[in-house]
């Protein structure tokens, strides 16, 4: 399983430990990723994702998981966030 964020597409950074001499030496950064389970407003559902602790907050500052989606590329998401997207662009369709 990739470690990058389902939402953001935020993934790992690479860098250096650098010691008191001032050797480098290559090391990982991982995002602090977290399972959790966000309700759709239009669908009526939970759906579970891996998400860093910061796409967690951008989608509740975004007002939700519905907005959080439909204002994001296509790019950014993971397939099964694609996959919802189109879910939810046709369930408000009808609507608008």
């Not at 993934?11 to 602090?32: C, D, E, I, M």
């Amino acid at each position: 399983m990739a470690r990058v964020c389902e939402l953001t597409g935020k993934g790992r950074q690479v860098g250096n430990n650098v010691s008191h001499a001032n050797n480098r030496t290559k090391r990982t950064f991982l995002p602090n990723l977290q399972n959790i389970t966000f309700l759709s407003d239009a669908l009526g559902a939970g759906y579970s994702f891996r998400v860093t602790t910061h796409g967690a907050r951008s989608v509740e500052h975004a007002g939700g998981l519905d907005s959080w989606l439909l204002k994001t590329r296509d790019a950014q998401l993971s397939i099964k966030a694609r996959r919802l997207k189109r879910l939810i662009e046709k369930k408000q369709q009808p609507a608008a």
